[in-house]
């Protein structure tokens, strides 16, 4: 791993909100929210471009390289990161490394809590079906028996969908 | 072609129909969804449109923004599956609220969501607790203000009954002696559950960032509101105690939780403290 890489945190397309130990951060372009723990979030605000790797171990990290590298590692898989940067454990899987930082640091391990945000404010109707055989049951008070392409059971007729 | 236009929770409707039958039924439809949340107004500009079109054969077009949402007779389903449009359309668009798809009761003074889609009990647990004297906030909905506080959204509760053909029937809250939420309070507990057969509970806590991200899943206004929605769902969780756990039976699960809550040393804490 390079320790003298200077990451860059993405700010375009985010939305954040700071909690007294936690970040929210919600990505616009890809409808997904991520919730950073403290050493996370303390990793993803200094990664100005103008910070290393190892400097970042230095202030973050108590030194520990593999500790900065793990969220650098979560935080470029979600898209928090201008670029991708470079990462592997010298052969090691990443639960090892969990392993390794957990019993050797003070510092909680970076995670990031991650989901995708729900298509569109229909998923929250009670109509909604893959199948015709969805719009019976529990679907009994939908306007038809027959599933739309949009995933309603509002279809005037058995439907095909492209 | 006749039309009413309607604010409800700072969005505005329109409804359009050239048959005055059709239009008054479609809007004393969307007041019983709105829970009479519904000044009508002179003039608008809307954030929805819902058209409704009859057809030599008496079915009804329902239309909604220039989309086709159903073709059907326009009988007891069709309203219905309007009502629920309506609300979804409120929920999506409302600026000074946030519409969380959950179940919301009253317990000591704080609110207890439960977070779920369709179909995942919401509804049944809430209606069991209502019976062990929880406070009726609503079985579909928690509306949380700029401050994170739950509003009441207190509409009949849709029982699904499953003795014989599985129906949908509207339970006044009323009529099991439940009290009904008048004032905002705030959020103490939010539980993510789903029914499991053999269920053990073995409730999992969140903290308040992995909370406030797991609510974004049911926050129905997320996409169109987002930075109100984070700062909302913020205040909400900061201090209510979030956990997670598969459940019995609501039945048996309601007595339970709710004495699980007034036995906790920590829960009980909370209730007195913040």
Redesign the interface.
Known sequence: MNSSQFPIARKSGL?V?E??????V?D?DS?K?????QTAANVWKACDGNTSIAELARTFGGGNEDLIWLAIDQLSENDLLEGKLSSSFKGQSRREVIKKIGLASMIAIPVI???A??Q?????????CQNNSQCS??N?????TFCSCSG?C???GPVVCP | MKSICFESYGVKVQLESSSQVILQTAFQTAQRALLGQTAEIDRCIPDGIFRFELDGDGDCTLIQNEEVMTTASPDRKFWRFFDGLVRILVADFTKPFVFIHAGAIGWRGKAFLFPANSFNGKTTLVYEMLKLGAVYYSDEYAVLDADGLVHPFARPLSVRTRIGEIREIDVDPNSLSAEIGKIPIPVGVVLFTKFEESAVWSPNYLSPGVGAVRLIEFAISVKRNTEFVLSVLNRAVSNAYILESPRSEAKDFAAFFLEFIDNSTFLTKMMLNK
């Open positions: 939305v909100q909690m007294p130990d936690e970040v929210l919600y616009l409808d929210a991520h919730c950073l723990n809590a991650s989901l945000a729900p569109s404010a229909l998923a929250a109707q009670s109509c909604r049951g529990p009994i008070n939908c306007p038809t309603l509002n279809a005037p």
